[in-house]
Structures are given as structure tokens and as C-alpha cells.
């Protein structure tokens, strides 16, 4: 099992920066891959950037709608990150952390909402 909380959501003028963070508890040492999903009410979660730590697929993809302004990392190993920048009005969506574990388990934090708007 595993757990996650995220953090660092909130209200955000165009143009500007966020650092979502997302802590992991327990069998940290069982996973394969990690990232953010956000989801917007009447559309489905959409995977925003992902990181594969493990096996030759072993590192980081993002949606072609956040490619060069957002950045996810793996601070330690309890922790990731996801820093966006130049955010837009369209990346106002509930966001949530992931990860998969070698079984093939996944798991979610709560979410945190991140809203851009002037």
C-alpha cells in the first residue's frame, strides 16, 4: 500500500508559477512509475506528465499541451514535484498524483486544485 498527499495548489494569475508536491508514504520501494493527471468537470482525467523509474522506458513524458512549461521530479524518495510555469487559463483543473507500484497497483492522493484566472 501506498499513500499520497498533494500540496501547493491554489489561485494563480496567467503567466505565472506553481510547484505542486506530492508525498509518498509506505511501500515506496515497490514502484515503477509516478506523475500528475488533472481533471476538469465533464472531461476525463488526462495524464499531464509521468515519470518511469524503472525498465527501458525509464524516464520522464508530458502532454504535448504542457511540454517546455512544465517540469516533474522526483526531489527524493518520498517526494515528487511538478513546477509549472507560464501557466494558462486552461490548466485550471483538479490535479492528482499517481503512482504504480510492480504489481500493477496504482494509487491516488485527494487532489489539489490549481486555478488560473485573473
Known amino acids: 500500500q501506498v499513500q499520497l498527499v498533494e500540496s501547493g495548489g491554489g489561485l494563480v494569475q496567467p503567466g505565472g508559477s506553481l510547484r505542486l508536491s506530492c508525498v509518498l508514504s509506505?511501500?515506496?520501494?515497490?514502484?515503477?512509475?509516478m506523475g500528475w493527471y488533472r481533471q476538469t468537470p465533464g472531461k476525463e482525467r488526462e495524464l499531464v506528465a509521468g515519470?518511469?523509474?524503472?525498465?527501458?522506458?525509464?524516464?520522464t513524458d508530458y502532454a504535448d499541451s504542457v511540454k517546455g512549461r512544465f517540469t516533474i521530479s522526483r526531489v527524493n524518495v518520498h517526494k515528487v514535484s511538478l513546477q509549472m510555469n507560464s501557466l494558462k487559463a486552461e490548466d485550471t483543473a483538479v490535479y492528482y498524483c499517481f503512482t504504480d507500484d510492480l504489481s500493477g497497483n496504482r494509487y491516488w492522493g485527494q487532489g489539489t486544485q490549481v486555478t488560473v484566472s485573473s
Open positions: 509506505g511501500d515506496i520501494f515497490s514502484l515503477s512509475r
Open positions: 515519470m518511469t523509474t524503472r525498465g527501458p522506458d525509464r524516464g
